[in-house]
């Protein structure tokens, strides 16, 4: 394989570079014309794809639906909540033309759709029995990009979905944040194996315009935590200037309670940087577009015909078991530049099959993760491939759920802070719960409240900053 | 069920005001906040649902996949082909600033993404074992609509997929074309049980560069054409301007021939003209959200547990089958109010089930479509209910299929063209090619060629305007 085709960087030596070797080669995505915006290739997409169809059942299992709303939204709607405008103002898109024609409340690209939902919601719900409203909407967001891009991570419109629920009571609306997140968290550990914390996110970094933000974070191999999903408790804080009201059984008007939510292609990113190695991407078998590549192997004609046939048996096979499989049918590439690509492209189980295989009735299992080579009776394929895929997915987790362990720490000291920060991962510390003392790691450290664990067990320590009575002991770390 | 709930006009004294209400009170749709956009409620979203899903696997079938593009083009690149960007310029909307700065470059919201897929395909194409490229992209199209607007049929912003496929060859291109629109034939006359007429646009109504426009039309209740779907042969205009060239096998560079076609939620919008009824919405089974509502009925409380046990029974049995059902289960309403209700929405199948019922073993069919009501044995439900769901979708296409063949007629004289036109339909008519005789009818009577069916026997007639020989016997209608 020629040096321009695969990675020519180590994960360890440059994470940075490597990342976007990963993306661009693997064919994933690709850079757009407007800087800050990327496209997505079809394998990218397919992934998307897989994530969307395992969050959309579960969606759907709780009795939301899916709507749509329009991309535009008159900046008179957007600023109607106050704390909410300010945030999204300064990185929104302003249409202010239609063809010729100057328009006059300026429209902005959907940053998100609080304002836009609710209302319509307010038109929508009338009475007790039109709640609870639970929609979600697959769509794009747009929010110019100041900070360097990159793909996934950090682009100025990325693929997400977003959830909106109304309810009458705040109980009610709050087991629904707490629902959603659960659903967020299987998702990311059971399709993508990355293991992520989750709990509350401190009042400096909830979403603008919550009155609390549920977080999960994941901690990436450069020791930097990724925010992978949030769920937030809006109360009546948008009901109010929206008029999201209903009238309960006694025909009284009430302000709804409400929710908000989401998950975004910043997913496919954590993904590749927790799993991928230095030969490229490495896919979890549950979201890889090709499950199981067959690579047959032959250097003359007589051969050739023999190893295809059984290659297309086994092919079949597969089929039949519902796995994704694809035969490398390429005849103008040698079978060691297939290994190569297809080792690049990060799918999990090659099977390679030659005439001495056949004559022993085996094929060679390779396995992208571990990159183990075994021998396994032809016959046997068919009934194996599913644990064998299920194996696969399982180590992946493990292997990640492990790394997490190693690097998360409790520090009950500045100094040592300051020190472990810099080797990257989750410090755990005790904190009294002041904005002065969580702003002060910021500044001198850059290191943030990434999430107070639901299972925090805070034992009255001292903060560590200012030395007073903690109430929590959040997880610090820097982050994306 | 009171007046400002149902349906307040006919069909047919007011078709237009008939169809808005039905778009709102069935809730498929609302009104945006910005004039020409509009909300899709879960209903609505669902039923695009159902119809993504059956085009979707018959696209992959097809070996397309699915990408992404952003929504933002520079100008500079859409304006690179130049009739096209005349077609677009005068509706697209104008993104100008980004926060507080404004953006050199002006962008354009997506009117179609001819222009950033090929931008994007000249980088990605090489070499011959590149082709075919076939990948298609659900999204969003933005164009300012200057003439007044009609929920799902326009719109400023509108739900739809757009494919872009890259072929050696113009035959092969050729071939997708007519794939492509065969795929559309199938799911709109199966799914949406509306029957179309496929063929050509005359030159003056094609695609703005693309080399020819084939086409599907079906003709609405009110006598007026819609076009439901469009596939486009490119020819290299768009591979010259936008470099897609590969090298063949003889390592020589040429220029690629593409295709590029898409549908929208305007299917919606026909499926909703061709089937509703004074009652409301009538839904195809296969593409409603609910295709079975079961309605108990009871006045005592006694009656209450023995009819809903058994309802419950009911629905199980249905679930078991795979199909949509739902138990209406407000207590707070009253039979009759429920039955208007699933009317309203155009539920295809409703099942009552009363005391009485139950002791004779059988339940009330009610079908929407035609709206006859029959007995069924409680016992022979879940056998048979799939069966009376086939039936439905075929008689509602039948139905479609038989209006449009009264409304179908040949025509050689103009005045008796002009007198038919009024009473709506298709009109065939002798026509001999020359783009003024086509003007010269738009002009004096609205009406425009449609489409030149595939099965278009021309007999050399005399061009129904200029008396010329004829060289092809188009449709003409006035159109949505």
């Given at each position: 394989m020629s040096k321009d085709i695969g990675i020519t960087v180590t994960k360890n030596d440059d994470f940075s570079e490597w990342y976007t070797q990963v993306v661009l080669k693997a064919e994933l995505a690709d850079y757009a014309p407007v800087k800050g915006?990327?496209?997505?290739?079809?394998d990218g997409y397919s992934i998307w794809e897989s994530i969307k169809s395992a969050l959309d059942e579960k969606f759907k299992k709780e009795g939301i639906r899916n709507g749509f709303l329009p991309v535009l939204i008159p900046e008179s709607?957007?600023?109607k909540e106050k704390k909410h405008f300010a945030g999204f103002n300064p990185e929104a898109f302003w249409v202010t033309h239609s063809g010729e024609n100057e328009i006059g409340d300026r429209l902005a690209l959907r940053p998100t759709s609080e304002t836009l939902a609710y209302s319509m919601y307010s038109k929508w719900i009338k009475s007790w029995r039109d709640l609870p409203l639970k929609i979600n909407f697959w769509n794009t967001a747009l929010r110019a990009e100041i900070k360097a891009t990159k793909p996934f991570i950090r682009n100025s419109?990325?693929?997400?979905?977003?959830?909106h629920t109304v309810h009458t009571t705040a109980e009610e609306a709050e087991k629904e944040v707490l629902k959603i997140l659960e659903i967020y968290k299987n998702i990311v550990e059971n399709?993508?194996?990355i293991p992520v914390i989750t709990g509350r996110k401190s009042e400096k970094e909830k979403f603008v315009g919550a009155v609390y933000t549920t977080t999960m974070e994941s901690l990436m191999p450069d020791g930097k935590a990724l925010q992978m999903g949030t769920s937030h408790f809006l109360g009546q804080n948008f009901s109010k200037p929206f008029d999201v009201k209903y009238s309960d059984k006694d025909n009284v008007e009430n302000y709804a309670w409400q929710t908000s939510w989401g998950v975004s292609w910043r997913l496919i990113g954590g993904m590749i940087m927790v799993h991928g190695d230095n030969k490229g991407l490495v896919l979890p078998p549950k979201v890889s577009p090709i499950q199981v590549v067959i690579v047959p192997i032959y250097y003359s004609e007589n051969d050739s015909k023999k190893v295809t046939d059984k290659a297309n048996e086994i092919e079949k096979a597969?089929?039949?078991k519902k796995i994704r499989v694809h035969l490398d049918k390429r005849n103008e590439?040698?079978?060691g530049f297939k290994f190569h690509d297809w080792e690049l492209k990060g799918i999990p189980l090659r099977i390679e099959i030659g005439p001495k295989d056949i004559e022993k009735n085996k094929v060679v299992i390779a396995t992208r993760h571990n990159r183990e080579k075994t021998d396994l009776a032809i016959d046997k394929i068919s009934d194996n491939i599913i644990e064998i895929l299920q194996k696969i997915q399982k180590e992946m987790f493990d292997e990640?759920?492990?790394?997490?362990?190693?690097?998360?720490?409790?520090?009950?000291?500045?100094?040592?802070?300051k020190e472990e920060l810099e080797k990257g991962g989750f410090l755990y510390a005790p904190w009294c719960g002041d904005e002065n003392c969580e702003e002060k790691i910021k500044d001198e450290t850059g290191a943030e409240i990434r999430v107070i664990p639901f299972d925090d067990k805070n034992e009255k320590q001292k903060c560590i900053i200012c030395g007073n009575e903690s109430t929590s002991t959040p997880i610090f770390a820097r982050g994306y």
């Open positions: 915006f990327i496209v997505l290739r079809p709607l957007l600023s419109e990325f693929l997400w979905q977003e959830g399709e993508l194996a597969l089929l039949d590439l040698t079978p990640a759920k492990k790394i997490l362990q190693d690097k998360s720490i409790r520090i009950e000291d500045y100094t040592k802070f």
